[in-house]
């Protein structure tokens, strides 16, 4: 496989910037918006974009009846049960906080691929990259449990926790089912979350926050739909694709910092020593798992 050219770092530069902000635009949009209405907003807005490449590409619809449990897996354990965990999460966790619990989502991979996939096994240095991880989440989530969730914050914790695990869970059984198009796995997980969540999501804004709406987290939602979810997938799949995962994984590393500089600088959220050393020590054990042997 050829370097890698501008197009790909352009890419990688983008998705690193857009995902790592979008902790920070899902706090505003928590503002007006039910947990469950930004889900949804962002999967309807992803499905057009996503959708409208898709005919750009002049492709056709090729998926028979077999696949639609396949694509209503793939949306709730990689868009659906996720991103309303995260917002929940974002309700009385700092952005900043979510978004470095979300770096051990490539190390909740790897523990069930071990147990799930073969060849993937869980090597010393990997293991050491397993307990470095979970070291740092313990500084972030251990006073919260000790105190008796005085904090009121554990509970958020443990539900960005969760989505790590649904992600991983995702990428796993998505190595598991017959290969297909990136670009048409995209559609279908799209277009099946927002049909799944229409009504759900219609329900609790209604019988929520109402439509009394500010401008900036109406803006900020459209961002998060067109921009983080649309425009992302694509440019997530373009990369794969065309480089690799392995190539790709260097987001694994920045996104996280991108989220704790965007919620600590722009919401001037709270932080203290804890919370960096609870990233080093996570990414740090992400790089652990990703050491691969010379060939």
């Known amino acids: 496989m050829s370097q890698p050219i501008f197009k790909h770092w352009a890419l990688l530069g983008y998705l690193i910037l857009v995902w790592g902000f979008a902790f920070s635009l899902i706090a505003v949009a928590l503002e ?134 649904s992600y991983a869970f995702n990428g796993v059984y998505a190595k598991r089912i017959p290969s297909r198009s990136p670009v048409d796995l995209a559609v279908g997980t799209l277009v099946v979350g927002s049909l799944l969540l229409a009504i759900p999501a219609v329900w609790f804004q209604l019988s929520g926050p109402g439509w009394a709406v500010t401008a900036s987290a109406v803006g900020v939602l459209a961002i998060l739909g067109v921009m983080a979810t649309g425009v992302a997938t694509w440019c997530y799949f373009v990369v794969v694709t065309e480089r690799g995962p392995g190539f790709l994984s260097t987001i694994n590393y920045l996104i996280p910092a991108v989220a704790f500089a965007a919620g600590t600088v722009l919401l001037a959220e709270p932080w203290g020593w804890e919370h960096l050393l609870a990233l080093l020590l996570i990414l740090m054990g992400v790089g652990l798992i990703q050491v691969r042997r010379a060939v």
């Not at 008796?148 to 969760?162: N, R, T, V």
């Open 32 to 165: 007006s918006f039910h947990p469950v209405f930004i889900v949804w907003c962002r999967l309807w807005m992803g499905a057009v974009v996503v959708w409208c490449v898709w005919r750009w590409r002049g492709r056709a619809w090729t998926m028979g009846r077999e696949w639609w449990p396949r694509l209503t897996l793939l949306s709730v354990t990689g868009n659906i049960i996720p991103f309303s965990l995260i917002a929940w999460a974002e309700q009385s966790v700092p952005s900043a906080e979510v978004g470095i619990l979300m770096a051990l989502m490539p190390i909740a991979t790897l523990l069930l691929a071990h147990w799930l996939l073969e060849h993937e096994p869980l090597t010393w240095r990997r293991s050491l990259g397993v307990v470095m991880g979970f070291v740092g989440v313990g500084l972030l989530v251990g006073d919260g449990l000790l105190s008796g969730g005085a904090s009121g914050h554990w509970p958020g914790q443990l539900a960005a926790l969760l989505a790590t695990v």
